[in-house]
């Protein structure tokens, strides 16, 4: 889970250009089939019976979409190189890749910082597989740019067609890569990595919040997993089962000689036990997310460089599927429609949608659906009576590059 940042580091960098140049890009929207537009309901959310906060209804549909509201980063450091130098250690590989994607003259440009890259430019840094240093040995949650985990906040935000969504009101504090699933049951389960009593590496826990609308949520303390000592579970993902208990995927942080998905069920909710086995392996994995397809069979949607798949006819045993889903994408949190769309949620100009008729080709439908002046990612979303609900991540990025120069 950590891991990815340094991996997404690239991707932030130059947002963060462009925040501290005072640039920004407006997002652009597609449609979906149904060109009727419907404006998103006004919601409440309190939290452990905390005074409702009203979220005001956002403005009509306009061709750019509407982006949520969120805090506002601090101001940039001073000096153009930021503290984490992605370029610092580049390997003739990677050097080779810059150059014939840029050309000496833009690659000089930006890897000495008299300039950030744009949209066509930052692609480069993606596809040559370029990530900031691992800080090693920093205080929990620490990442790459300053970024610290244990500083995210989890946000909710509701819409009426997956596309519009209002403003994000805070769920939780000290907590990254949330989930949330609406059950049969008409329960509202979320779930985050929680940061809030972690003292050192490797002790951050999966945090749980409850709700019978979707908009009062009450803590119900941390997650536990029978079967799972030694185990750091992270990045969560919630699966509700035939039976009605729900399956809980995750990836073990613990565990630094590979990268492995596992299991847990439960029957409350907050109180898992961990399945035998390991549902998923590969290099450089994290983030898995489940959907039931129409056929019956399973697909988890992986986040690596960009978004794999695989598929399983029990939940249990998956198998890569050939190829990548989303070209630079992150973090993915899909979602079956009624009439089998497959849509897929992504960390990329923020908050991006994809949706794809077979659940492995995806077109892009909107991107930046949900932006702010800061790491806008980790999107988990689920279908209810009433449309849809998300939650997200939020991050603030510190030690940002200030802007060139320029001359009077």
């Known amino acids: 889970m950590k891991q990815q940042f340094f991996r997404l580091m690239s991707m932030w960098l130059w947002a ?9 890009a407006p997002p652009t929207s597609g449609s979906l089939q149904d060109d009727t537009q419907i404006a998103p309901p006004v919601a409440t959310v309190a939290v452990d019976g905390g005074a409702p906060t009203r979220m005001p209804e956002p403005p009509a549909p306009t061709p750019a979409a509407t982006a949520a509201v969120q805090p506002v980063a601090p101001a940039p450091g001073a000096g153009n ?3 984490q130098d992605i370029f610092a250690s580049l390997n003739d590989t990677q050097k080779a890749c810059l150059r014939e994607a840029w050309g000496d003259q833009v690659y000089n440009e930006i890897t000495s910082f008299m300039r ?6 930052q692609a480069a840094i993606q596809s ?20 610290q985990a244990s500083r995210d906040q989890t946000f909710v935000t509701y819409s009426a067609d997956g596309v519009v969504w209002s403003a994000g009101v805070l769920l939780a504090e000290s907590a990254s890569v949330p989930e949330i699933i609406y059950t049969s049951k008409g329960e509202y389960w979320a779930y985050w990595v929680d940061f809030s009593e972690s003292t050192s590496p490797n002790d951050e826990q999966i945090g749980v919040a409850f709700s019978t609308d979707g908009k009062n949520w009450q803590k119900r303390g941390f997650a536990t997993f029978a079967g799972g000592e030694g185990m750091t579970p992270v990045d969560p993902d919630a699966f509700e089962l035939d039976d009605g208990r729900l399956r809980m995927y995750f990836y073990d942080i613990a565990d630094r000689t590979s990268h492995k998905f596992y299991s847990a069920v439960s029957s409350d909710g907050i109180n898992f036990t961990v399945e035998p086995g390991i549902r998923f392996e590969a290099d450089q994995i994290y983030d898995p997310n489940v959907v039931r397809l129409p056929d019956g069979r399973y697909r988890m949607y992986i986040n690596h460089t960009d978004i794999w798949s695989a598929t399983s006819s029990d939940g249990l045993v998956f198998v ?7 070209s630079k994408g992150a973090v993915p949190g899909a979602l079956v429609l009624p009439d089998g769309q497959v849509r897929l949620y992504v960390c990329q100009q923020g908050i991006s949608l994809y949706t794809s008729s077979d659940g492995l080709v995806f077109d892009a439908v909107a991107q930046g659906i949900i932006q702010a002046p ?3 990612c980790d999107p988990s979303v689920a279908a209810t009576p009433d449309g849809f609900i998300m939650v997200y991540k939020f991050a603030e990025m510190t030690n940002l590059p200030a802007p060139p120069a320029t001359s009077p």
């Open 81 to 83: 190189k930021p503290a």
């Open 320 to 326: 890569k599927d050939d190829g990548e889903r989303v």
């Open 116 to 121: 950030a890259p744009n949209a066509d430019e």
């Open 16 to 24: 963060a250009w462009l925040l501290a140049c005072g640039v920004s």
């Open 128 to 147: 040559c597989h370029i990530m900031p240093p691992n800080p090693g040995g920093a205080g929990p949650g620490a990442g790459a740019g300053g970024h």
């Open 374 to 376: 800061g790491i806008v």
